[in-house]
């Protein structure tokens, strides 16, 4: 198994750009969701789904969108990139989410720049 | 409101001496608690979790957390440590729900020859 895999790596884009950012996973989780990371504040939930067609907000979902028609895929989307999106983000999956404590596996993060 | 706190924000230890990072929770109830470690340009590896039952936890790594109830702590402990250990440490906390994980903010950890 892959596990949980993103793309791109690295990513640099200029302000009011869009671009979507890439996560997929086969070990068949029903839950998948979205963190990202900025020195000093830990990690942060964006977006999450708990199944194909079904997704909720984080904590700080503002400038993002997300959508989930498939159980393997859940791209993230930056409708109009701001310097403060500059961030490294993490996709994550699970079984349950957290229902009974599941364990949730992250990918290996994509690095983003907003100039 | 429901947070996770890691007091360090750095810790120094020289390789072959014990290791505690502290961690603690303020939640409704007691939740599902997890340490994770994150290598530099990595992603997030799972050390261990606490569900319920015996409050010592065994992780990989030689890694092991106590979980303590009157405290609202869950402290990562290593009896002695490697070079390869330099890494940020997270704990982390869910409350069972679908709205993910309340992480802390990291404590970066430094290993002196």
């Known amino acids: 198994n892959a596990g949980v895999t993103q793309t791109p790596k690295f990513q640099v884009l200029k302000t009011g750009q869009s671009m979507t950012l890439q996560c997929a996973q086969d070990?068949?989780?029903?839950?998948m969701s979205w963190y990202r990371q900025d020195p000093g504040m830990g990690l942060r939930l964006i977006h999450y789904?708990?199944?194909?067609?079904?997704?909720d907000q984080g904590e700080v979902p503002n400038g993002y969108n997300v959508s989930r028609s498939t159980t393997e895929d859940f791209p993230l989307r930056l409708l109009s990139a701001a310097p403060s999106q500059t961030s490294v983000y993490f996709c994550?999956?699970?079984?349950?989410?957290?229902?009974?404590?599941?364990?949730?596996?992250f990918g290996p993060g994509t690095r983003l720049t907003v100039l | 409101a429901q947070s996770v706190t890691q007091p360090d924000i750095h810790i120094t230890v020289s390789e072959g001496a014990s290791l505690e990072l502290r961690c603690n929770y303020s939640?409704?109830?007691?939740?599902?608690l997890f340490w994770y470690v994150q290598s530099p340009g990595q992603g997030l590896q799972l050390l261990l979790k606490?569900?319920?039952?015996?409050?010592l936890v065994q992780g990989i790594k030689g890694f092991e957390a106590e979980f303590k109830r009157s405290q609202s702590s869950f402290n990562l402990r290593k009896p002695s440590v490697h070079w390869s250990d330099a890494a940020e440490y997270f704990c982390a906390a869910s409350g069972g729900g679908a709205d993910g994980l309340t992480f802390g903010k990291g404590t970066h950890l430094i290993i002196q020859p």
């Open positions: 939640y409704g109830a007691t939740p599902y």
């Open positions: 789904s708990v199944g194909a067609g079904i997704t």
């Open positions: 070990m068949n989780h029903e839950y």
């Open positions: 994550a999956s699970s079984f349950s989410g957290g229902a009974g404590g599941d364990t949730q596996y």
């Open positions: 606490y569900f319920s039952g015996d409050t």
